[in-house]
Nanobody, 124 residues
């Protein structure tokens, strides 16, 4: 069992930055691929970014490429999402997710554990 707790969300103006953190419980954190997804009311959960277990691979959704950076610190059992040049359309609840597949893809069905989400609101 893996417990994921996100933090770092909030209100920011367009063009600003936020860093989300996701703290994970469990001794096998380093073996999981970790992803970030986001969701707005009435829409499906959207893939944002994923990082493989060894941090050797990172992949991003098209809408955030060049603006967001995912990273992880296995010693701290934490994954981060640095969000720069934020736009109003980035407003969503952001979820952290863990997959027992160390090379998980951007499909939400690939993930086994989910956090409760943190709200990010970008004002214009």
């Amino acid at each position: 069992q893996v417990l994921l707790v996100e933090s770092g969300g909030g209100l920011v103006q367009a063009g600003g930055s936020l860093r989300l953190s996701c703290a994970a419980s469990g001794r096998t954190f380093s073996s999981y691929a970790m992803g970030w997804f986001r969701q707005t009311p009435g829409k499906e959960r959207e893939f944002v970014a994923v990082i493989t277990w060894s941090a050797g691979g990172t992949y991003y959704g098209d809408s955030v490429k060049g603006r967001f950076t995912i990273s992880r610190d296995n010693a701290k059992n934490t994954v981060y999402l640095q969000m720069n040049s934020l736009k109003p359309e980035d407003t969503a609840v952001y979820y952290c997710a863990a997959s027992i597949n160390p090379y998980a893809s951007g499909s939400a069905t690939s993930y086994n554990y989910w956090g409760q989400g943190t709200q990010v609101t970008v004002s214009s």
